[in-house]
């Protein structure tokens, strides 16, 4: 199978790189030759490629300057989207779309189903589900992946930024009022090689397609107890550490409000797909061992 991938250091692009191989081909498509600000004929530049399948993996994923970048966000996120679906469906092949469950507004006490409202209450979820909605509307052959507070070996990601952080300070004030999955790219990249494989063995399967929820499994999480649980990783590998504590969302006041309430249920991804992800705290575990591996914190 070969993948046609927008962006090219995303994390979730570098973990779709990883899983390159004999039977999987990776064609990562990233600015300058591909702008999704500014998409231009996608169709023409995604022909080259002969793919079987393309995955939307680039966004403009900076939540707080969005607030102020709401063009570019929109452009990008919902447009450029909607341009790539577009583009999908002139090839004829299917398209994964990459979502959040920032779509969400983050009341809420159960996991969340791909049939409950949305809502989103700042300008990177409203552009995101704008994205959702652009394909949807350009692409029939689409499916939508939504997960959620995502870090990876590479890239920047909450789990990089708490070992730096800890290198320098013995104490960490990190929210503990919003909860949510935390959610390794290497087991999305995983879990989006399956579900294209679906896609493209069977093209005529409408119940494969659409919208759904994908987080590893366990959780729902803080903030807080996701750096404790760093931390405690971190120390087994001789890692940095720091004593955690958790404060109120009020405390830490960013440009852009976050849901508090981010916890998805996978049920339908397992049920239709077959694709479950591991528990958090196992997917943890493999990112801080290749951390320590490439000497992250020597
Ligand atoms: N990170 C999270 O916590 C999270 C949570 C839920 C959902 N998601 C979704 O998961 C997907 C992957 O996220 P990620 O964490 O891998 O993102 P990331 O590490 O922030 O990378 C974003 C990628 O998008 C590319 N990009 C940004 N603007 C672009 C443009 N105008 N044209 C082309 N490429 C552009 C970037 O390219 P450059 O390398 O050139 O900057 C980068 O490769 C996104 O759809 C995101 O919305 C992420």
Redesign the pocket.
Known sequence: MRLVV????????RALIERAGPELEIVAL??PE????HPGDLAALFSRHAPDAIVN?????AVDKAESERETAFA??GA?AGAVAAAARRLNVPVVQ?????VFDGSGDRPLRETDPTGPIGVYGAS?LAGEQAVAAAAPDHVILR????YAPF???FVRTMLRLAAARDELKVVGDQFGTPTS?LDIAAAIESVARHLVARRDAARLRGIFHMTAKGGPISWADFAAEIFRQSALRGGPGARVTAIPTSEYPTPARRPAWSCLDGGKLAAIHGVTLPDWRDALAQTIERLAAQGEWQ
């Not at 591909?34 to 600000?37: S, T, Y």
């Not at 997960?147 to 995502?150: E, F, K, L, N, R």
Request: charged share 15%.
């Open positions: 927008t962006g090219s250091q995303g994390q979730v692009v990233g600015r591909l702008d999704l600000e993996a680039a966004a403009y994923t990008v996120n450029g990459i979502s959040t469950d920032y995101k997960t959620a507070w995502v890239g920047a990601n790219a």
